[in-house]
């Protein structure tokens, strides 16, 4: 293995429009060996400026592959540099010191074994996956890894760094995709109309095709550029690319190579949208027509003209346009021998081109052979009309100029310009471009018609060869396929995979569409051409994943618990206290001293106005028209279907003013389902909403102790149970803070009080709470040892007792439901559940072996093996040295006393009798009430 | 990504939504029979072409308002807030629910 990088054998002289930096040269290795290159240089000129023919070996029949487009479609030119794999050699700049590998070689690129695939092509026919490798299905694994060997591309590789990958939102009023010509005309016209202008490029540097014409061209090309750097308002994206047009023109835009990050999504809404991508120059099918040496004009032009490579020796040049005349004459004067132009316009015609690793010999229409390594075609033009599509449109084939152009049916938001919307002179085009650029930005203007130009139709010469490079898909596979009956452009595509590839069609699909058409006998409008979906382009994951902007939402006292050690919970977008330590040991302490809990994420919805009792005899299933000032009582609300949707407490604060409680999870739910009766269906009502969840921070404190300390920091409240009784609320001040209210209710069973503070000042009474009461026992409590409180008193939680089907009765809220209000959000099911009967219901467990805590969803099974219910909620419960829970279970079940079958996750199965009450600890409430 | 035309805030990014759905009439609760009921909780016309909806502007204005829209093309034609705003039906969305609109491809014109 040689250490000094091969000579620049095929480097020309300078060329007046050449990206190259002569003066930067950089080292790096391709396939293991030392390779140079200058800066500016892509990954393939570089080597191909060292003689390198070969870059890469096919998906399928791992033949040989050259440069063919020198483009950032270039099938064959799709590598691996470094970490990152299908980097296009042909368009990615060349890095100091980069590791540039082959893809899908093996062992090397030079000796292919799986190029023995070709000896047995005539068994692998497309679609042959769908009838190989099937039986026996035991071996599936063995196919998949002697497959993967075969048709395997780049390397992922588990230790690359995780890169940033940005995302950004624009509002440009004009979006210019495609920045040759005719795009930055129409960028400049519409900055000078007033218009913020977004130019994006595929390229490094503006300019098109004009970046590899003659003098005239490049001086041209330089006034445009100019005109481009003069307007502010033109914020120009090269290397980059539109990759999609969605509804109302959101526009996704892809920026690559930044400094910082690898790629970054533009998400814009554009006003209007300028298609200007130009016209992909498309290959001619024959034989041999993907062996390493055959080029489009495009290519040879691009090669010598802006990287000063010679692409070979001895050149053929099949020529249908006048850039194909162009090419011939580029090539002379690069010193390539042009042995001959074969002018296909007065019939002339490439059948065959011979050579194994390398163009040797190309046999033309008229018979004779000639030897040369460089084969060039220029026989006609593509039109990328996918950003059309997505707009809607339907392009429409011109036969007379042999390839399509924008329908009728475009958006008026949406116009094309340049060699997509038609033919012309260079000013021709550049004038169009002024116009549609200024009807773009004003919306007025008349935008003169292009003529379109007539072109020979040439598809496929008189042999079958490649159609898509990329999949390996030859224009004979396509005629087998139609014979097989895949005969529609949709299944063809499907069942062959052509035009699946990387390029996407961009290069295929006209072909194929030709072949297909040929093969069905009907023309190539008939026959039409698929669907065209974004991505345009390659996206990566990371580009589509971007940045994470997701909020998380913490309480005042959130510093506290993080210093306490307290296990984080994630609730939705809140973090909340799981446990400090031992629940059991939290839950011990709440019973026998005082607790105190961060309930904060608790929604709350301030209520004002004189219908608020209408509101809430609406919503919730019990009555509440007679609550009195002071008092709160608890609430159950189903939807419409009578399903159970949210409970909660709700207190009469004060004249007209009511507090409303509900879930945490449940809070911005349960506010958008009042506004929607206040906004619809009741707007007569008088009732003002505001939710005030994160307004307050909410602690409760509970435990036999908790009166005594709460006491200790509210002075202008009456605590006595005579003058607080339960159910009740009052507001006065806490440690020194106005405003608090506070209600006696008790989730966890105990006497407790729970207290709202302006939450500016929640972290202030919490520690006011724990240092005032550290005689009484005073200690901090999770969510975990509140659920176990919780289900020790038999309280079940809407969404974990409960689930969507879950109608009120099910839930064993018959004591709460009234079914004798005139009307309430899911009365009418409710009633209608009542006098079914037969439903399931939620009732007690407690497993008969009572240090067996069963998996919360273990199925309860009957006799036969039938599910008759669930387990809903089930811990320890360190309160009655037994666990406890809660589940459904079908309604012959439900009479207390009654043994169940609980089958474990691990197939164990146990039994369980339902309790007489759903609460398994003080059922009275004796502890609540005191 | 549809424009939706909220009646205060101008045209918004679908995200910023909540489609609630097609306009439905509430029966009366004490007349209604199971039957109406339900085709009140889950029958709806579902047209390809224009219907009437509501839509709720969860990150935005916090309205409720109607909409006429081509269901194929998901072109808007009027957007109104008050009055005839169809009611609700059915159980609101979880929290964080967004809408996702899709383009219709190769739609017919409307």
Not at chain 1, 231 to 258: C, F, H, K, M
Not at chain 1, 327 to 347: F, I, K, P
Not at chain 1, 854 to 882: C, F, K, M
Not at chain 1, 909 to 914: D, G, S
Request: with cysteine; net charge neutral.
């Amino acid at each position: 293995m040689s250490t000094k990088p091969p000579p620049a054998t095929h480097r020309l002289g300078p060329q007046l429009g050449e990206v190259i930096d002569r003066t930067r040269p950089l080292r790096f290795t391709w396939d293991g060996a030392p390779h140079e290159g200058y800066a500016g240089d892509t990954i393939a000129s570089a080597l191909a400026a060292g003689g390198v023919r070969t870059f890469s070996r096919s998906f399928k029949y791992h033949r040989p592959r050259g440069i063919l487009t020198a483009s950032f479609h270039d099938p064959g030119c799709i590598v691996q540099a470094g970490d990152e794999p299908n980097v296009r050699a042909a368009h990615r700049r060349v890095e100091a010191g980069a590791s540039v590998t082959p893809q899908n070689v093996w062992p090397s690129l030079r000796f292919d074994v799986r190029s023995a695939n070709r000896a047995v092509s005539r068994f692998l026919p497309p679609g042959f996956y769908y009838k190989t490798f099937m039986k026996p299905e035991r071996l599936w694994p063995t196919y998949q890894k002697v497959l993967k060997r075969f048709a395997s591309g780049g390397r992922v590789s588990a230790t690359a760094a995780i890169g940033y990958f940005d995302k950004r939102y624009a509002h440009p009023e004009v979006l210019v995709a495609g920045g040759g010509p005719a795009g930055m005309a129409a960028a400049v016209a519409a900055a000078e109309a007033g218009a913020s202008v977004m130019l994006v490029e595929e390229e490094y540097d503006l300019g098109g095709h004009l970046r590899w014409g003659g003098a005239e061209e490049l001086a041209f090309l330089a006034e445009l550029r100019a005109a481009v750097a003069a307007q502010p308002g033109i914020e120009v994206l090269t290397n980059s690319a539109v990759t999609g047009r969605y509804d109302d023109n959101w526009v996704a835009v892809l920026q690559r190579g930044l400094p910082q990050h690898r790629e970054r999504l533009i998400k814009a809404r554009v006003g209007t949208l300028i298609v200007a991508p130009g016209l992909i120059e498309r290959p001619y099918v024959f034989e041999g027509n993907d062996t390493p040496g055959v080029m489009l004009s495009t290519a040879v032009r691009r090669l010598i003209k802006l990287y000063a490579v010679r692409p070979g020796e001895r050149a053929v040049v099949l020529s249908a346009n006048a850039d194909g005349d162009a090419a011939a004459a580029d090539l002379e004067r690069a010193g390539v021998q042009v042995a001959e132009v074969v002018d296909a316009r007065r019939g002339g015609d490439v059948v065959r081109v011979r050579g194994s690793r390398s163009v040797a010999e190309v046999e033309l229409g008229d018979g004779t052979k000639v030897a040369c390594d460089l084969v060039v075609m220029a026989v006609g033009w593509t039109a990328p009309t996918g950003l059309l599509n997505m707009a809607g449109d339907r392009p429409a084939y011109r036969p007379e100029a042999a390839r399509f152009l924008p329908g009728e049916s475009l958006a008026p938001n949406v116009l094309a310009a340049g060699g997509l919307a038609g033919d012309g002179s260079l000013d021709q085009l550049v004038e169009h471009a002024r116009a549609v650029g200024r009807r773009a930005a004003t919306g007025e203007g008349a935008v003169p018609d292009l003529e379109v130009h007539a072109h020979p139709a040439l598809f496929r010469g008189r042999t079958h060869g490649m159609v898509d490079l990329s999949e390996d898909i030859s224009s004979k596979d396509i005629v087998a396929a139609a014979r097989e009956g895949y005969d529609s452009v949709e299944l063809v595509k499907r069942y062959t995979t052509v035009t699946m590839g990387p390029a996407q069609g961009k290069l295929e699909t006209v072909n194929a569409v030709a072949v297909l058409a040929e093969a069905t006998g009907r023309s190539i409008q008939a026959t039409g051409t698929t669907v065209w979906r974004p991505p345009h382009v390659p996206i990566t994951l990371g580009a589509l994943a971007g940045r994470m902007f997701e909020p998380v939402r913490h309480s005042p006292m959130q510093s506290w618990h993080e210093a306490h050690g307290a296990v984080p919970l994630v609730a939705g977008q809140w973090i909340r206290p799981d446990r400090y330590g031992d629940p059991g040991a939290e839950v011990r302490n709440v019973r026998e001293r005082v607790g105190i809990i961060d309930v904060t994420p608790l929604g709350k919805l301030d209520l004002r106005g004189p219908d608020v009792p209408k509101l809430l005899n609406q919503l919730y299933v019990n009555k509440w028209s007679k609550l009195e000032v002071g008092a709160v009582r608890y609430g159950v609300m189903c939807a419409e279907d009578g399903v159970v949707l949210d409970d909660g407490v709700t207190g009469h604060l004060g004249p007209d003013h009511y507090l409303m409680s509900t879930t945490s999870s449940g809070a911005a739910t349960v506010w958008e389902w009042v506004e929607s009766w206040l906004q619809t269906e009741r707007r007569e009502w008088r009732v003002h909403v505001t939710p005030v969840t994160t307004a307050y921070a909410s602690i409760n404190v509970a435990g036999p102790n908790s009166r005594e300390l709460l006491g200790r920091l509210s002075d202008d409240v009456d605590l006595s149970s005579e003058a607080f009784p339960y159910m009740r609320v009052r507001t006065g001040s806490i440690a020194g803070v106005g405003s608090c209210f506070m209600w006696r209710i008790g989730f966890t069973g105990e006497l407790s009080y729970e207290i709202h503070v302006p939450a500016a000042y929640g972290l202030h009474v919490w520690e006011a709470l724990l240092d005032q009461g550290a005689d009484l026992g005073a200690a901090p409590f999770g969510v975990e040892a509140q659920r176990i409180m919780r289900l020790e008193k038999g309280h079940a939680i809407v969404g974990q007792d409960t689930d969507g089907l879950t109608q009120g009765y099910g839930a064993a809220l018959d004591w709460l439901i009234k079914l004798d209000k005139d009307d309430f959000a899911g009365k009418t099911e409710l009633a209608w559940q009542h006098e079914r009967g037969g439903y399931p219901m939620l009732v007690g467990l407690h497993p008969t072996d009572g240090s067996v805590v069963p998996d919360e969803a273990s199925q309860i099974v009957d006799a036969r093996n039938h599910i008759v219910g669930r387990i809903t909620s089930s811990r320890w419960s360190p309160t009655l040295g037994r666990s406890v829970c809660l589940g459904f279970v079908a309604r012959h079940l439900t009479e207390p006393g009654t043994v169940v079958t609980v089958q474990l996750p691990d197939g164990r199965r146990i039994t369980a009798a339902v309790t007489p009450e759903l609460a398994s600890f003080d059922p009275e409430g004796v502890r609540l009430r005191g | 990504m549809i424009l939706v035309p909220c009646p205060h805030c101008g045209p918004r990014n679908v995200s910023e939504f909540r489609h609630v759905g097609e306009a439905t009439a509430r029966p009366d609760p004490a007349s209604a029979t199971p039957a109406q009921w339900r085709a009140y909780l889950y029958l709806r016309r579902n047209p390809a072409g224009w219907t009437t909806e509501t839509w709720y502007h969860r990150a935005g204005c916090r309205a409720f308002f109607g909409a006429e829209r081509h269901t194929v093309t998901n072109q808007f034609r009027r957007s109104w807030s008050g009055g005839e705003v169809s009611p609700l039906a059915g159980t609101p969305a979880e929290l964080g629910g967004g809408v996702d609109a899709s383009t219709a491809e190769g739609a017919p014109e409307p």
